[in-house]
T-cell receptor, first 114, second 117 residues
């Protein structure tokens, strides 16, 4: 079975540009999570969706960040405008609806803002 | 808010030895889930083991086992017969169920485990 698929794997762009990260969750999973990993802050939850509806976006750093899930098989995390401090690895994860089921992670997108 | 603390930034052991990684957490909840994830240099996040707080029996997965002490809020990971492929960052994570469903994970800062040949 295919796992969580993220694209691109690496992204390098200049400050001020719009960045879009993409995620395809595992088929049948009701939950989708976006995490960010940095050396300073470690792994932190940005936002998550249940059945395509955003449930908790309290981890989104600021208005420059937005996330959408237009259907059960696709989500995007957008940064506009991007800043050097946004450089990080961004992970998408998905899990089935039952609370005890673990989250499965994608391979992450390494984002570098110059 | 929950917090997860991993007090060992780095550990190094010889191949075939047994190693224990520590994790403590702070919560007022009685029902929750704990996880250990492994992140090798490839940066994948791989689930190693999970524990449900209402289960007293410690979880085991082959060479990996946990020592779950609910009263002490401690959740350590033991790796037996360590192998070179166990070299990775290990993250302890906490999840409080929300309305019968999932919630986001709260992670510790991680322990970098190095297995020496």
């Amino acid at each position: 079975d295919a796992g969580v698929i993220q694209s691109p794997r690496h992204e390098v762009t200049e400050m001020g540009q719009e960045v879009t990260l993409r995620c395809k969750p595992i088929s049948g999973h009701d939950y989708l999570f976006w995490y960010r990993q940095t050396m300073m802050r470690g792994l932190e939850l940005l936002i998550y969706f249940n059945n395509n509806v955003p449930i908790d976006d309290s981890g989104m750093p600021e208005d420059r960040f937005s996330a959408k899930m237009p259907n059960a098989s696709f989500s995007t995390l957008k940064i506009q405008p991007s800043e050097p401090r946004d450089s990080a690895v961004y992970f998408c994860a998905s899990s089935p609806g039952r609370e005890q089921r673990p989250q499965h992670f994608g391979d992450g997108t390494r984002l570098s803002i110059l | 808010a929950q917090t997860v603390t991993q007090s060992q930034p780095e550990m190094s052991v010889q191949e075939a030895e047994t190693v224990t990684l520590s994790c403590t957490y702070d919560t007022s909840e009685s029902n929750y889930y704990l996880f250990w994830y492994k992140q090798p240099p490839s940066r994948q996040m791989i689930l190693v083991i999970r524990q449900e707080a209402y289960k007293q029996q410690n979880a085991t997965e082959n060479r990996f086992s946990v020592n779950f002490q609910k009263a002490a809020k401690s959740f350590s990971l033991k790796i037996s017969d360590s192998q070179l492929g166990d070299t990775a960052m290990y993250f302890c994570a906490f999840m409080k169920p929300k309305g019968g469903g999932a919630d986001g994970l709260t992670f510790g800062k991680g322990t970098h485990l190095i297995i020496q040949p």
